[in-house]
T-cell receptor
Framework: RKEVEQDPGPFNVPEGATVAFNCTYSNSASQSFFWYRQDCRKEPKLLMSVYSSGNEDGRFTAQLNRASQYISLLIRDSKLSDSATYLCVLYTGNQFYFGTGTSLTVIP | DVKVTQSSRYLVKRTGEKVFLECVQDMDHENMFWYRQDPGLGLRLIYFSYDVKMKEKGDIPEGYSVSREKKERFSLILESASTNQTSMYLC????????????FGPGTRLTVL
């Protein structure tokens, strides 16, 4: 079983829409959680860390549900520039594990 | 800004060649990592290092070795390149605090013919 599972999409949404991604993980001892963004032919970059209490950064909201072992990312008022692949990442205390990514395309 | 650089963006090698991929970071990070990224498989950890001359195997170390002689430099070596090692190789570094953000280099697209 993979450490991290993500729906690969693609998600195609119109500008201004709200879109949500989920990511499930199998290791209940996972310590830290992140969402990374990867543009086409570029390296991954940290979008935001995910905390148990939930956290928000502008149009982006991340949530962690330890009981059900999933994390989520909500994007409100989607912009064309949000088109990218979003990677779910967790840290188990030993190493990082990356999901395969969810592809988002925001359509004009 | 943290900067992680990789020696080549694109590389083409022949089967059986010895290949060196170099990674340098300028933020004095203790931790450095080598991943490969393949469609549908995501990023998979090959090797990592938490200190100079220290190395640990990741999930897919077979066919690879690494070298970390200096803190800022982490090299990935393909002893005898094979076609199934055609991939995007990404180097990353992070500070010593466990579970902290990783900073990635731009990647090396390696093609083995």
């Amino acid at each position: 079983r993979k450490e991290v599972e993500q729906d690969p999409g693609p998600f195609n949404v119109p500008e201004g829409a709200t879109v949500a991604f989920n990511c499930t993980y199998s290791n209940s001892a996972s310590q830290s959680f992140f969402w990374y963004r990867q543009d086409c032919r570029k390296e991954p970059k940290l979008l935001m860390s995910v905390y148990s209490s939930g956290n928000e950064d502008g149009r982006f909201t991340a949530q962690l549900n330890r009981a059900s072992q999933y994390i989520s990312l909500l994007i409100r008022d989607s912009k064309l520039s949000d088109s990218a692949t979003y990677l779910c990442v967790l840290y188990t205390g030993n190493q990082f594990y990356f999901g395969t990514g969810t592809s988002l395309t925001v359509i004009p | 800004d943290v900067k992680v650089t990789q020696s080549s963006r694109y590389l083409v090698k022949r089967t059986g060649e010895k290949v060196f991929l170099e990674c340098v970071q300028d933020m004095d990070h203790e931790n450095m990592f080598w991943y490969r990224q393949d469609p549908g498989l995501g990023l998979r950890l090959i090797y990592f290092s938490y200190d100079v001359k220290m190395k640990e195997k990741g999930d897919i170390p077979e066919g690879y070795s690494v070298s970390r002689e200096k803190k800022e430099r982490f090299s990935l070596i393909l002893e005898s390149a094979s076609t199934n090692q055609t991939s995007m190789y990404l180097c990353a570094s992070s500070p010593p605090t466990t579970g902290y953000e990783q900073f990635f280099g731009p990647g090396t697209r390696l093609t083995v013919l």
